[in-house]
């Protein structure tokens, strides 16, 4: 079983920056393949961010590209989103998550899910 919790949202102006963390449980956090994704008000899920189980293999949503840097910490079992020059538009619930390969996580697929954070960028 495993766990996710998001933490480090908050409200930032645009242009600014934020730095989202996901603790994870157990002990095969690094057999995972994490990623990151996002919901604003009245939108479906879409996928931010993924990260090899590895480390060395990172992809990421159009949207966010130049901006935002995802990483990992297997010895903590944490996983980290770096969102920089933040626009209004980047304003949702984002949520962690873990599945078996970067592959299905950019396809929306993930085996767990944490409960989310949100981030809201002022104008």
């Known amino acids: 079983q495993v766990q996710l919790v998001e933490s480090g949202g908050g409200l930032v102006q645009a242009g600014g920056s934020l730095r989202l963390s996901c603790a994870a449980s157990g002990r095969t956090f690094s057999s995972y393949a994490m990623g990151w994704f996002r919901q604003a008000p009245g939108k479906e899920r879409e996928f931010v961010a993924a990260i090899t189980s590895s480390g060395i293999g990172t992809y990421y949503a159009d949207s966010v590209k130049g901006r935002f840097t995802i990483s990992r910490d297997n010895a903590k079992n944490t996983e980290y989103l770096q969102m920089n020059s933040l626009r209004p538009e980047d304003t949702a619930a984002f949520y962690c998550?873990?599945?078996?390969?970067?592959?299905?996580?950019?396809?929306?697929?993930?085996?767990?899910w944490g409960q989310g954070t949100q981030v809201t960028v002022s104008s």
């Open positions: 998550a873990a599945g078996p390969t970067a592959y299905t996580l950019r396809r929306g697929q993930a085996d767990y």
